[in-house]
């Protein structure tokens, strides 16, 4: 068989002594969920938790108390989101229906630190917050924020106290917010230029924001 590209990877929460879960998506929209209690023996868990052929899996996120995944799969023709419960990591059940995107797909996922709300770094030029407090029936919250000022939003990350979001965008910026009352973020100063190319670059070769990591 033809190997297929793997564009996802998360750890979950622990398992046993020192052990973790892991989930990995690929191109061909196949999920699996992985033992590395033992890294250099890694184990699979299950069978694959999605099995779509026509979507690749974009983006994968665990709750912080790893009973949760989250799921963004891209296709020609459709897109989805969509939770997991992988509390048994074994036999992983779907929770609810997928998430209302309006037809955008989530390029990025991200749950709070107390696992409370959900962020999807949008390809509408949006991040949105979810309710993800009963996962069988995640509610957006709030107005949807608008990320950039062009190319979209390819990342989103919270703060390890969980009020501060931040959210990345191929524009080359990084803007903050206080969502410490989700149904009413607010914008926190002016977009950081963390992907300004040196001045003698052409504008036209913005750089693209991949990922955002909290020490």
Known sequence: ATPSPV???A???PLGQGGYLMATGSFTGTVRVWDVTAPGHARLLSQPVVGNSTQAIAALAFSPDG?????????DT???TRLWNVADPAHPKPLGSPLRMNGAEAEALAFSSVGQLLATADSDNTIRLWNVADPASAQSTGMPLTGTSRGGVS????????PLLASGGFDGTVRLWNVGHPDAPVALGRPLKA?????DRSEEH??????LRHL
Not at 67 to 75: N, R
Request: net charge negative; no cysteine; charged share 15%.
């Open 155 to 162: 990342t989103v990350a919270f703060s390890p106290d969980g």
């Open 195 to 199: 992907g300004t190319e040196p001045l």
């Open 7 to 9: 564009f996802a990877v």
């Open 11 to 13: 750890f979950g929460r």
């Open 206 to 211: 913005t750089s693209e924001l991949q990922s």
């Open 78 to 80: 459709a897109s989805s």
């Open 67 to 75: 009973q949760t995944l989250a799921i963004s799969e891209h296709g």
